[in-house]
Structure formats: C-alpha cells, structure tokens
C-alpha cells in the first residue's frame, strides 16, 4: 500500500500530513466510513474534536481514501463496552500480510513488502483491515 500524501507516526495513534500531526486518537472523533465497491474505494472520515485542548487551527475534517481496495475485513465493537467510545481510534498501523487472520495487531508505522496490510483499532473493539493500491489524506477548514 501507498501512503501517497502523508505517513503513519510512530506512536500508531496519530498521521504526519505536511508535517503537521494529526492526532486521530485525542483530536479526533471518528465519523464512519463509506464502501464505494463498484470502484474499490474505502472512505474514512475523522472530525476534529470540541475538547477544550484541540486547537481550533487544526483541520475540521481528515479524510483517508483508499484506492483499489483488495482485502476489507470487520471486526465487532464489544457489546459491553460504552458506544461513546466508537469514535476513539486506539491504533492505526500496519501487520504482515500472512497474519490475514489477525485484526487487532500492528507491527510497524511503514508499509514494507509483505507487511501492507492496515489496521485500524478502535477502544469499542471494533476494528478493519484494509489492503490497497494507495491511500490519500485530505483535510477540510471551514471557509
């Protein structure tokens, strides 16, 4: 997979995009995602968060596109805990590709060959697995 416009930081919790961090996990609430299958296209949508640290001159929206998708795998949210923790990312990085069976798991913040496989974890216990072509970063400000 490609990271075309942005790297995955090495604390697995956060994106480096024009060299500004964008942490997914405390900045961030998850919005959800949309399955463009016709065209192998995965959307996933971050929105900046209300909290009273996050700096109101970080971008309102992250965007993560994926192109020419292979692999999407689901794992459930665990029924017991809160669903105000569905928008908490908890991890985000990458895991071999011969551990097809693991979900949860990241290994390294790079895509290699034979490890290109994204995780993304979420502290409800939901989780997905994405392989692609490439993924894009766009981010939105209010006008």
């Not at 995965?42 to 292979?70: A, D």
């Not at 097809?100 to 290109?116: A, L, N, R, Y």
Request: aromatic share 14%.
């Amino acid at each position: 997979m490609n990271l075309l416009n942005f790297e995955l930081a090495d604390d697995f919790i956060a994106i480096d995009y024009n060299g500004e961090y964008l942490d997914l996990h405390n900045n961030y609430d998850f919005y959800g995602f949309e399955y463009i299958t016709s065209k192998r296209k995965l959307i996933f949508t971050w929105n900046r968060s209300n909290k009273e640290w996050v700096s109101k001159t970080s971008p309102n929206q992250i965007v993560l596109e994926f192109n020419g998708v292979s692999l999407f795998k689901c794992k459930e949210r665990d029924g017991e805990t809160p669903f105000s923790e569905d928008d908490c990312l908890s991890s985000i990085g990458f895991i071999g590709n011969d551990l097809i069976d693991e979900i949860e798991g990241f290994s390294q913040s790079k895509p290699t060959i034979g490890c290109e496989h994204l995780n993304l974890s979420f502290e409800s216990g939901f989780a997905v697995k994405i392989e692609a072509l490439d993924v894009v970063c766009n981010t939105k400000s209010k006008s």
